[in-house]
């Protein structure tokens, strides 16, 4: 049974959410301890104020590691326009939360998806912006999240920023992951393919495949496979069979077997 004094804090939670992120929030604190509220907000100058059934506790700026805010309503709608295909209300959505949502998690997780919105809509350069915007909001996110990570280089691809991509290609490949590298590989044969270069990305391709052979991730095989033997067709070079057939064979679980299967 509630009394009159957590009755009135969920009146004056109520009254504070205009405008603030509420609802089951929580602060991580440095030692690793958890706070939760019934409403939170973060103050332009970094600091979070949750309010608890005891009051407004303040967090000064670089004393937690984490605030977070209830999933807003706003988010799904995000993305379920995405799923739809309308990129400009889901656009304008995430650009809602990002603002509303500053400090508070969900405006890492709508910068996730706003360059991909973007992207689909066919502002490539926009979205190597969001996701400039997004590592400068969460630096660890390009370690650490391959698909903000990849996702990113694929719009600078999109972009036509091919110096900038290679330089970012090069850190790729020297930073001692063979998956990684493998996948840089294949972009450099991208890179090609967008300047109608087909000989070099012929070549950028099959250098995945052969001497990248210890990976052994059907997507990686199966993209550099397929796309081989893509430019060497383009190329009228009777090899492309001997690569879709290697591909099927060779990876049958991976994503392009079957439209190598649908080649021989």
């Known amino acids: 049974m509630m009394t009159k004094q957590t009755l009135a804090w969920i009146g004056l939670a109520a009254a504070l959410a205009v405008g ?7 602060v991580v604190q440095k030692n690793g301890k958890r706070m939760e509220g019934i409403a939170i907000r973060a103050l332009q100058n970094g600091d979070i104020n949750l309010t608890t059934l005891k009051g407004i506790q303040t967090f000064p700026k670089g004393s937690y590691v984490q605030a977070v805010a209830d999933k ?39 910068s996730k998806l706003l360059p991909q919105a973007l992207l689909a809509k066919g502002d490539a350069e926009g979205a190597v912006a969001a996701y400039n915007k997004l590592f400068a909001l969460a630096p660890d996110l390009k370690k650490t999240n391959a698909d903000a990570a990849w996702g990113m280089r694929q719009a600078m691809l999109a972009a036509k920023q091919y110096p900038a991509l290679v330089r970012e290609l090069d850190a790729v490949a020297a930073s001692g992951s063979r998956p990684d590298a493998a996948r840089a590989q294949i972009m450099r044969g991208d890179i090609q393919v967008a300047q109608n270069n087909l000989e070099q990305a012929a070549l950028d391709f099959l250098r995945t495949a052969i001497l990248f052979i210890d990976v052994k991730d059907p997507a990686i095989q199966g993209e550099a496979h397929l796309k081989a033997a893509q430019a060497l067709e383009a190329l009228r070079d009777p090899r492309a069979k001997d690569l879709y057939r290697r591909l099927v064979e060779k990876f049958p679980s991976a994503p392009q077997a079957a439209q190598a299967q649908a080649k021989l």
């Open 20 to 26: 603030e992120a509420f609802a089951a929030p929580y």
């Open 72 to 110: 807003p309503a706003e988010f799904d709608r995000a993305v379920a326009a995405l799923r739809a295909g309308k990129h400009d209300d889901a656009i304008k959505l995430l650009g809602k939360i990002i603002t509303d949502y500053r400090l508070l998690n969900w405006d890492i997780e709508a």
